[in-house]
Nanobody
Framework: QVQLVESGGGLVQAGGSLRLSCAASGTIFSINTMGWYRQAPGKQRELVARISSGGRAYADSVKGRFTISRDNARNTVYLQMNSLKPEDTAVYYC??????????????WGQGTLVTVSS
């Protein structure tokens, strides 16, 4: 019903920047929380950043380097990633908590986009 389309991943040198985008499409009443998670090989998926009407939250490892923002009119969340480090290399997943007419409250995941930071 609801689909998340991610973009912006790629290969970047350490110290560089990337901007990830995630757009939600479909019939949506409202969006509560939008966030980004990442999963590196052999590691568990972890929260990177999230944003809601109540504010923003970041993982300690990215605080001060990453910025999450939201365009409510476009149902889109962004992750501006600056000062990238090799340890940021992972598949990044968009996650959205939203309300739909038929299914009510849903948690939806994007397909993932690979971010590779070279030394």
């Amino acid at each position: 019903q609801v689909q998340l389309v991610e973009s912006g991943g790629g290969l970047v040198q350490a110290g560089g920047s990337l901007r990830l985008s995630c757009a939600a499409s479909g019939t949506i009443f409202s969006i509560n929380t939008m966030g980004w998670y990442r999963q590196a090989p052999g590691k568990q998926r972890e929260l990177v950043a999230r944003i809601s009407s109540g504010g923003r939250a970041y993982a300690d490892s990215v605080k001060g380097r990453f910025t999450i923002s939201r365009d409510n009119a476009r149902n889109t969340v962004y992750l501006q990633m600056n000062s990238l480090k090799p340890e940021d290399t992972a598949v990044y997943y968009c996650n959205v908590d939203l309300l739909t007419p038929g299914s009510g409250y849903l948690e939806v995941w994007g397909q993932g986009t690979l971010v590779t930071v070279s030394s």
